[in-house]
T-cell receptor, first 113, second 114 residues
């Protein structure tokens, strides 16, 4: 069964520092992977997704993620953190031929001034 | 283009009562899915509807049910509420079903059961 595991429930970085949020997946078939962000008291917003093709995926707000099959990973990065990036981030995998998504437990990102 | 709209945003219910939550998908979207988000269990898939038919269901008891109308709007119902049903219920929509589809989330309905 497809699943994702996010390493680190909390990540804290300084403003301007590199952001790295880790996600590993488990899938018996080629996975379709997503990163979503959730700001307080809001729903989830799509940052980026990987389906097929280029393994380096660029998303909104300067985020990108690289699909690495050999490492079963889909880590999210941003070169320079901004205070507005503070939020909870979820990695997800699409399951079956429908819109059933399996989410990781989430990583709360704190950005220090 | 309006996003996914969920009503009500906040509600408080008593144990044993039932609740109905509503979701209006993005215009033109035919698939609506529901998720429950709690601090302990995280985000869990409830069910998905496409063209008024339930296509998939998560591992939740029969107290959780839903339906979709011909205009793609959806409702979910929870009967005989329990304290553990307190959660953020998120609705998401997409144009169609299928692997890799982007689903767009609403802001959710916060349910507190007392």
């Amino acid at each position: 069964a497809q699943s994702v595991t996010q390493l680190g429930s909390h990540v804290s970085v300084s403003e301007g520092a590199l952001v790295l949020l880790r996600c590993n997946y488990s899938s018996s078939v080629p996975p379709y992977l997503f990163w979503y962000v959730q700001y307080p008291n809001q729903g989830l917003q799509l940052l980026l997704k990987y389906t097929t093709g280029a393994t380096l995926v660029k998303g909104i707000n300067g985020f990108e993620a690289e699909f690495k099959k050999s490492e079963t990973s889909f880590h999210l990065t941003k070169p320079s953190a901004h205070m507005s990036d503070a939020a909870e981030y979820f990695c997800a995998v699409s399951v079956n031929n429908n819109n059933d998504m399996r989410f990781g437990a989430g990583t709360r990102l704190t950005v220090k001034p | 283009k309006a996003g996914v709209t969920q009503t009500p945003r906040y509600l408080i219910k008593t144990r044993g009562q039932q609740v109905t939550l509503s979701c209006s998908p993005i215009s033109g979207h035919r698939s609506v899915s529901w998720y429950q988000q709690t601090p302990g269990q995280g985000l869990q898939f409830l069910f998905e509807y496409f063209s008024e038919t339930q296509r998939n269901k998560g591992n939740f008891p029969g107290r959780f049910s839903g339906r979709q109308f011909s205009n793609s709007r959806s409702e979910m119902n929870v009967s005989t509420l329990e304290l553990g049903d307190s959660a953020l219920y998120l609705c998401a929509s997409s144009f169609e079903q299928g692997l890799g589809n982007t689903i767009y989330f609403g802001e959710g309905s916060w349910l507190t059961v007392v």
